[in-house]
């Protein structure tokens, strides 16, 4: 698996969203048959990399890649770091192995076969266009302890992205990151059996930054990505920052609970006072949002009287 990615990595350097390469040029710079590039770069399209072909000028990229470099990722996050080109989920093989994990271990991948979101929706994953990792917590309390700990990680993360000059962001209860109003992120919490009074959590998430045309007609939702930036963020820098802003406000959760962090969602929530629909398995709830409070709990307001709502089964909708 390692040696055919590299030899498709060697091919995505020499390939930019800026201008075509002959076939030729590749395969002399890689000591290569024109047959082996071609038969390459199909494969790659199978992994949702856009590339035009253009009979007498080459190749090029549909959108540009935003690759990780592994060694200084792994060199800046003081925790296990696990890096992939490809894997099935990245949720998923941190949940295979919580019992050999430390709070702030965090596995990255470049493409995902199978991620998915949350109600067992797909995760559109194409190679190397977006960020897509999962970090590990364990919390020495029983799963109550964690309620409202999705808010966190959204606060967490968007305030990384705000450190990278990112800003029109905004927060949709209960785990969605949203950019000039439509999504640029989501994040999936899944718990590891462990016994009653230790709590082990996979915190997984995905963000948007480069979404090729063939890809966003999958996702069923208006999505937006980091292309419309004067300049995109150095990917591994944003990991690192992410991780260290998450390992800081987790802990922070930890110690104090949601409290400290109402202010900052408050100021990024995108729905208070809007009408909105509670979706909630099997009803419905209509009314205006009113906001969270410190449990994490959604407020709607129906017929004058506020009700909070919690549940892993909620989604909520702007009416």
Aim: hydrophobic share 40%.
């Amino acid at each position: 698996m390692m040696e055919h990615w590299n030899r498709k990595r060697q091919i995505l350097q020499l390939l930019s969203a800026d201008e075509f390469i002959s076939g030729e040029k590749i395969a002399n710079c890689l000591g290569l048959t024109r047959a082996a590039i071609n038969q390459h770069i199909e494969t790659l399209a199978d992994y949702g990399i856009d590339i035009y072909s253009v009979k007498g000028k080459g190749y090029k990229l549909s959108n540009p890649l935003l690759l990780t470099h592994e060694n200084r990722l792994i060199n800046a996050i003081a925790n296990r770091c696990f890096y992939f080109d490809e894997i099935n989920s990245t949720n998923t093989f941190m949940l295979a192995h919580h019992h050999e994990l430390e709070s702030g271990d965090i596995c990255i991948a470049e493409y995902q076969s199978a991620g998915r979101g949350r109600r067992g929706k797909q995760w559109v994953s194409p190679y190397g266009h977006h960020l897509y990792a999962s970090m590990f917590w364990r919390f020495e309390q029983d799963p109550s302890k964690a309620m409202g700990l999705s808010l966190v990680v959204a606060c967490a993360i968007t305030k990384a992205l705000e450190g990278m000059s990112i800003n029109g962001l905004g927060l949709k209860w209960p785990n969605d990151i949203y950019l000039d109003n439509k999504k640029l992120a989501g994040i999936l919490i899944e718990m590891a059996p462990v016994s009653h009074n230790v709590t082990e959590l996979v915190i997984g998430f995905g963000i948007n930054l480069s979404m090729s045309q063939s890809q966003g007609v999958l996702i069923d939702q208006p999505w937006s990505d980091l292309t419309e930036l004067n300049q995109l963020p150095d990917k591994t820098e944003l990991i690192i920052n992410i991780q260290q802003q998450l390992k800081q406000d987790i802990q922070r959760f930890d110690d104090q609970g949601l409290a400290p962090f109402m202010a900052y969602w408050n100021a990024h929530d995108l729905f208070v006072d809007k009408a909105v629909n509670l979706l909630m398995m099997p009803n419905n709830i209509s009314g205006v949002y009113k906001g969270i409070n410190e449990q994490g709990a959604v407020l709607i307001e129906c017929n004058g009287k506020i009700d909070a709502y919690i549940g892993g089964e909620i989604s909520l909708r702007q009416a």
